[in-house]
Structures are given as structure tokens and as C-alpha cells.
């Protein structure tokens, strides 16, 4: 790596912002020797300027020796953050390759069918004459030879040990803050009806420990390998085949790996495992602080790393969680550049939004959002609803208040669509969103205002958080939750003139803030400092219509889904 260089490769015709001396932290925190370098930057940074500069500074091929690697990845776990790189063009020299799921068959009569279920994989012995063309080879090969590869993390993780992707000089992650919560998702383990085929035949115990869980992984995985022998010896197999076949064989190395890593004595992993139902039940086995994955899936992919996000709060805990030695890892500080009166936090708290009080709370939040509307009569609003259980009692009050016709929400299945249509609208619509504190750039009139509804505090029903607080860690616990409101509070301000209000429902995120206080980055603790009561209209649905155009009559998607098991404590945004 050369970190002289990373002011030539900065991609932009000029800097904004304090970008130049994070350039100059940057290259500094390197050539002092660190092999990994933080960079804590708030929204607005430009971090994906700042990524391009640092992956330009790899050794390329002519100046790399024989034995040494060269080139750089990019990576994030955002699909939307990748997106963005993708339609950016001063990152146009950024290869981006997706998982062959994104990517349609040329052949004909299958060109609605994406190339991971295309005659090349259900046909035994199928010759493909055009793979040279094939959109996902194609790219595939371009990313693999070009200086920067751009993929999400999830791809980057699936291609670990692949002689396609191998070891390179740098790796940046993006958006890296959750880079721990996400390996433990990737490594979790889950065993149902709905990922063994053959569950029926399988003879599942009440479950006393992780021996027995090992046990039936073991069982699992014969089954599982039957089935895909099975499969194989098809001359040619349906699409559902197809991602059966697929879907073992990705059961199948996990479960090895919680066998191998588990009978290690040497591994840094905890597991977990849970049966919520007992005897014949799912069994969902799960990994904390997954040091050794990360290290085949990530750490053992590049000399030198630069993991860069907006709320890495504490450098120990993060290194701790995500098995780095400090020693080894520098911390650079960009400061924010927003105006810090154009982003204020505003107290209307109406009570605690705990499971006990939320029937109590809820009406009352309900009716200070229709107050919010009203003193924004022509803007649109977001509301972060934080559980699917909350969106929908929420619509059912805002219904029962007569301002529907103001409000749209979403579904699982319908999110993206539903957001899409609603950034779209010129009416000041408000938004009920599950999960959508981070990624989402509402810049300027696409969203002026925001409610917080509940303080996101991880469900401590997860075992994972439960293992955690039964071991004292509520600064994890508090810095898990602190993350979360930073990152949703820079969802409406995504520029230095531009501005945008959030507005603070629960009164457990008064006491979020006292109890994380120490973790907390200078530029929010500006916010906090600033918070206030604002002056609200009275309550009148009539002033809450007042912006909506005159004879509006809109179709509303009435969802009811659940937000499921809840078998994660992010399990919304993965499921």
C-alpha cells in the first residue's frame, strides 16, 4: 500500500468539507504502521469519495512483486450504498459485481430467468455456448481483473477462498459499524421446515446444550447430503430444484463449520443455541462474536483495511466484537460540517414505549404525530416505527383519527416499492417505515421531518442479547441502541444546507442518551445538547390535511404482516 498517494486518487475535482484532512488522518494513521484504519464519519462526509481514495492507494500489478498481492476491494453491507457507487460517476472506474441472482440468462426462452437457476446449473451437462456473454460471468471477470472490485459484503463473505476473488492489498468496508451483528447473522444456523426439505424424516429432540446440537448437525448434515446426491443423479432439475440443491449445500458447509469451530478449543466463538418450541420444534443455532469467521471471511483478504461508518463509538468494544488487536488500529475523527441548528432534536415524549406501557403510549404518540403533521402541513414526514406491531397499531390510530389519507406504510414484501412510490409523491405524505434508519438519503423536500418512536434497544428475547446481558454488557447494550438513533437521525440532513427536524416519541431515548453519553461522538452530542420542546399546534386532524391536495383519493396498502420470530435482534432488515 502506498498512503503517500491518497490525495492523487481522491476522485473529486476538489474537496469539500473537512474531506482534505481526513485524507491527510488517513495516510498519516497508515504510514505509522497501523494495518487498519477507522474512520468515524458523519453523514455527509462523502465516505465513498473517501473509500475510492484509500483503495486507489493499493499496490497495483506493476508495482507489486511476484509473491506480493495487489488491487483493492470495496464493500458494503447496504445493497442501496451499492447502488449508489454503481450510478456515481465519479466512482466509474469501481467494478461492481452482484450475486448471480441479479443477473438474467441470454439465452432464449430464459431471459427471465436469473442466471443462478439458468439451464448452466439445472442441466447436468449443459454446454454453454455464449457464457462469454453471460452478464454475470462477464462481470465477474472484469471485477476480478480490474484495480477496485465493488461487491456487498455478503457477496464478499460467500467468496472467500474463491480462486476468482483472492487475497488484495486493501480492503475497505462501508458502512462497517454493523460489521460484527452481520457475520453473526451470516454464520446463524437455521433448522426448519422451511430449509430441510426432509424435516419430516428427521427425528428432532428437546435440545439440552450444544452437544445435542451438534448431534443433530450432524444428523442434518447426512440428510442434507442424501438429498443433494440425490438431486445430482437428475439428468436435468427444475428451478426449485435448483435452489434446493443450493440451499443444502450452503446448510451443509455451515454446519460443518459450527461442528469444526465448536469441537476447536482454540476458537474465540460462543454459540448459542435456541428451541423455542421444544421436542419436533426449529432449532436456530447461533454464534457470538464470530472472531474466527471473520477472520477467513474478511481479515484474511487484504494486507491493510479501512472500515469506515459514522458510528463506530468505542474503538475497544468494536475491535473486541469484531477480533482486531487495537494495537493494530488507528481511529480517525472527521468532524461534521452540517450546521448543527439545521438538524435539531425535538422532545415530545409521551412515555416509555416498553413492551408493558406501549398500549398506554402508543395513542398519545399517535396523536402528537397528527400535531407534527399539522405543524408541517406541506412536507413530507418519516416515521421509524421500529417493529411491524408498532407501524400497524400506529396506521390503525392515525385511520381512527381521520388523517389515513395523509399516511402510507409498507409491508415486508412491499418495502422497497412502497418507499419508491412514496419519494415519488408530490403530496406531503407521512411515512410509517420498519427498519429504515439506515441507508436512506432523504435529501432536501423528499422528507423534512421525523418521529423516533421507540428508543431501539435490541430484543433482549434474542439469546445472543440475553448471553450478553447475563455477562454485564450493557454498554454494549446502550451503544447498540445509541448507534441505531444516530444513524436514523441522519436520514433527513444529507447536505450542509439542508435541514430537517426529529422528533422524539419515547422518553426511554432521554435516558439512552444520559446512560451513552460517554460514547458518544462530539457532533451528536451537539444535537442532544441543543434538544427542546417545540411548539406544537393543538391537536386537529383538519390542520393535518391542510397540504394534501384538494379531492386526493389514493388507494391505501392496508399491510398486516408480523415482524416474525423475532429470532435476531435485527432480524427486519434481514428477513
Known amino acids: 500500500m502506498y498512503p503517500a498517494r491518497i490525495h492523487d486518487e481522491f476522485p ?27 474512520v468515524r464519519a458523519p453523514t455527509g462526509s462523502g465516505k465513498s469519495l473517501l473509500a475510492r481514495a484509500i483503495a486507489g492507494c493499493a499496490r497495483t500489478a506493476g508495482e507489486a512483486a511476484a509473491e506480493q498481492v495487489c488491487d483493492a476491494y470495496y464493500t458494503t453491507p447496504q445493497v442501496s450504498q451499492l447502488d449508489d457507487v454503481a450510478e456515481d460517476a465519479l466512482l466509474s472506474d ?14 432464449p426462452g430464459e431471459t427471465d430467468t436469473p442466471v443462478n437457476q ?20 462477464s462481470d465477474r471477470a472484469i471485477a476480478s481483473n480490474r484495480r477496485i472490485a465493488a461487491m456487498t459484503l455478503a457477496y464478499f463473505m460467500q467468496t472467500a477462498g474463491s480462486d476468482v476473488f483472492g487475497k488484495r492489498d486493501v480492503v475497505v468496508v462501508d458502512e462497517a459499524h454493523g460489521l460484527g451483528d452481520w457475520a453473526e447473522m451470516y454464520a446463524t444456523i437455521d433448522l426448519s421446515p422451511g430449509t430441510i426439505p426432509l424435516w419430516g424424516d428427521i427425528d428432532v429432540p428437546a435440545l ?17 447430503e442424501r438429498r443433494v446426491k440425490a438431486l445430482r443423479g437428475n439428468a436435468e432439475l427444475s428451478p426449485d430444484e435448483v435452489a434446493e440443491r443450493d440451499s443444502l449445500n450452503t446448510l451443509r458447509q455451515d454446519l460443518q463449520w459450527f461442528q469444526e469451530d465448536y469441537r476447536d478449543p ?14 419436533g420444534g426449529a432449532v436456530t443455532i447461533k454464534p457470538m462474536n464470530p472472531e474466527r469467521y471473520l477472520k477467513h471471511t474478511v481479515w484474511d483478504r487484504g494486507n491493510r483495511f479501512a472500515l469506515l461508518s459514522a458510528t463506530i463509538l468505542n474503538k475497544a468494544a468494536f475491535c473486541a466484537n ?21 438538524r435539531p432534536l425535538y422532545d415530545v415524549t409521551q412515555g416509555k414505549m416498553t413492551y408493558e406501557h406501549r398500549e398506554e403510549t402508543l395513542p398519545d404518540i399517535a396523536r402528537t404525530v397528527v400535531r407534527i403533521m399539522a405543524a408541517h402541513p406541506d412536507e413530507k414526514g418519516l416515521v421509524h416505527c421500529h417493529s411491524y406491531a408498532i407501524k400497524e397499531r400506529l396506521r390503525e390510530l392515525l385511520d381512527d383519527f381521520g388523517v389515513g389519507s395523509r399516511v402510507r406504510d409498507h409491508d415486508k414484501e412491499g418495502r422497497d416499492a412502497a418507499l419508491s412510490a412514496w419519494k415519488r409523491s408530490d403530496n406531503p405524505d407521512c411515512f410509517l417505515s420498519v427498519k429504515m434508519e439506515e441507508a436512506l438519503d432523504l435529501e432536501g423536500d423528499l422528507c423534512r421531518w421525523q418521529v423516533v418512536c421507540k428508543a431501539p434497544y435490541p430484543n433482549t428475547r434474542d439469546s445472543r442479547v440475553a448471553r450478553r446481558l447475563e455477562d454485564d454488557q450493557w454498554g454494549w447494550y446502550y451503544r447498540t441502541a445509541l448507534r441505531t438513533v444516530i444513524q436514523a437521525c441522519g436520514r433527513v440532513v444529507r447536505a450542509p444546507d439542508d435541514y430537517g427536524a426529529t422528533y422524539l416519541a ?12 460517554h460514547d458518544t461522538p462530539d457532533w451528536f452530542g451537539a444535537q442532544v445538547a441543543r434538544l427542546s420542546k417545540p411548539d406544537l399546534p393543538r391537536f386537529d386532524p383538519d390542520a393535518a390535511l391542510s397540504g394534501v391536495s384538494a379531492g386526493t383519493k389514493r388507494r391505501r396498502d392496508r399491510s398486516r404482516s408480523r415482524s416474525g420470530d423475532g429470532s435476531h435482534p435485527l432480524s427486519d432488515v434481514w428477513d
Not at 266 to 279: F, I, K, L, M
Open 322 to 342: 469484531v477480533g482486531l488487536d487495537p494495537e493494530n488500529v488507528a481511529l480517525v475523527e472527521v468532524g461534521h460540517t452540517f450546521p448543527v441548528e439545521n
Open 12 to 38: 473529486a475535482p476538489s474537496y469539500r468539507g473537512n474531506q482534505k484532512q481526513a485524507l491527510a488522518d488517513i495516510r498519516a494513521a497508515f504510514e505509522a504502521g497501523n494495518d487498519v484504519v477507522l
Open 94 to 107: 469501481l467494478s461492481v459485481i452482484r450475486g448471480k441472482n441479479n443477473y438474467d440468462c441470454i439465452l
Open 506 to 517: 419515547d422518553s426511554s431515548l432521554l435516558d439512552l442518551f444520559d446512560r451513552a453519553s
Open 266 to 279: 482454540d476458537s474465540a466463538t460462543t454459540w448459542v443455541v435456541d428451541q423455542p418450541d421444544g421436542e
Open 208 to 224: 439440552d446444550g450444544l452437544d445435542d446440537a451438534v448431534a443433530l448437525a450432524e444428523r442434518v448434515e447426512h440428510v442434507a
Open 118 to 137: 439458468a439451464p448452466c446449473v439445472r442441466e447436468r451437462e449443459f454446454d454453454c455456448q455464449v457464457k462469454h456473454r453471460c452478464p454475470y460471468f
